[in-house]
T-cell receptor, first 112, second 116 residues
């Protein structure tokens, strides 16, 4: 079975600090992408970052970066210099054939 | 460029009623998907389509039907609504596979459905 798991249901971080969300997955695929999506209270699902598995370099998008450990099947998201607008639920997602499998999500609350 | 749109945004049904959710995308994407989101369970795939005129079952297809008569539209139908179908429904679309792997999915704003 190919699964994505997020072991942290909730996390809280002070504004301007750093928080890291973990994600582990299981796949036998050799070429794939991994995604982090953000869902703020507005409910809209927004792509945060995408990692290409065949690239060794970790993806970075402004304050968001990933730590991709292919051998360990680990894909964590680091949010640096947290802002109040980062308060949201974050989902790790793994493409499974033509589909996306989602973790249960991690709720991140940024405190002022 | 509106991206992915869904109608309606909210709906309340009585048990046994039927309804259709409409998803439209203007990005010329080949693939389209319907998910449901329930607390603590992430998003689960209901049905998907890899091209006009094609549909396939996802993880939780029971009680739902879909149609993709036009490339830009993907309809989700509930023939006889049940309280267990109370959920938030998301439509998504993507280009076909990139370098042999599934590409980024773009989501609509969601539809909150309550079945009494």
């Amino acid at each position: 079975a190919q699964t994505v798991t997020q072991s942290q249901p909730e996390m809280s971080v002070q504004e301007a600090e750093t928080v890291t969300l973990s994600c582990t997955y299981d796949t036998s695929e050799s070429n794939y992408y991994l995604f982090w999506y953000k869902q703020p209270p507005s409910r809209q699902m927004i792509l945060v970052i995408r990692q290409e598995a065949y690239k060794q370099q970790n993806a970075t998008e402004n304050r968001f970066s990933v730590n991709f450990q292919k051998a360990a099947k680990s894909f964590s998201l680091k949010i640096s210099d947290s802002q109040l607008g980062d308060t949201a639920m974050y989902f790790c997602a793994w493409p499974n054939d033509y589909k996306l499998s989602f973790g249960a999500g991690t709720t991140v609350t940024v405190r002022a | 460029n509106a991206g992915v749109t869904q109608t309606p945004k909210f709906r309340v049904l009585k048990t046994g009623q039927s309804m259709t959710l409409l998803c439209a995308q203007d990005m010329n994407h080949e693939y389209m998907y319907w998910y449901r989101q329930d607390p603590g369970m992430g998003l689960r795939l209901i049905h998907y389509s890899v091209g006009e005129g094609t549909t396939a079952k996802g993880e939780v297809p029971d009680g739902y039907n879909v149609s993709r008569l036009k490339k830009q539209n993907f309809l989700l139908g509930l023939e006889s609504a049940a309280p267990s179908q109370t959920s938030v429904y998301f439509c998504a679309s993507s280009y076909s596979r990139l370098r042999g792997a599934t590409d980024t999915q773009y989501f609509g704003p969601g539809t909150r459905l309550t079945v009494l």
